[in-house]
């Protein structure tokens, strides 16, 4: 069993950043790939991107080029840094690993943008 526990979110005024993490309760070295999620109000669960265990990253057009996915396998640790952020960045974001044929999931951190 995986355990997820995303830390980070809180008020952003638009444009600022924001850094979240998702930490694992182990190892990440075998997780192929994980991801992030947000879910804004009144709307369903949306990939946000995605990381591969070698690195490579993958994102959302709504977020490209403002948003960067990285990893620390020796922190177990995922992160999602958030650049020029805009009202409707306002989500709870989610970490997800999908891993010997389950899904895990974190319990998300609310992101608000506003002044």
């Known amino acids: 069993q995986v355990q997820l526990v995303e830390s980070g979110g809180g008020l952003a005024q638009p444009g600022g950043s924001l850094r979240l993490s998702c930490a694992a309760s182990?190892?990440?070295?075998?997780?192929?790939?994980m991801g992030w999620y947000r879910q804004l109000p009144g709307k369903q669960r949306e990939l946000v991107g995605t990381?591969?265990?070698?690195?490579?990253?993958n994102y959302a057009d709504s977020v490209k080029g403002r948003f960067t996915i990285s990893r620390d396998n020796a922190k177990n640790t995922m992160y999602l840094q958030m650049n020029s952020l805009k009202p409707e960045d306002t989500a709870v974001y989610y970490c997800?690993?999908?891993?010997?044929?389950?899904?895990?999931w974190g319990q998300g951190t609310q992101v608000t943008v506003s002044l």
């Open positions: 990381i591969t265990s070698g690195g490579s990253t």
């Open positions: 997800n690993a999908p891993h010997r044929g389950l899904t895990y």
């Open positions: 182990g190892s990440i070295g075998s997780f192929l790939v």
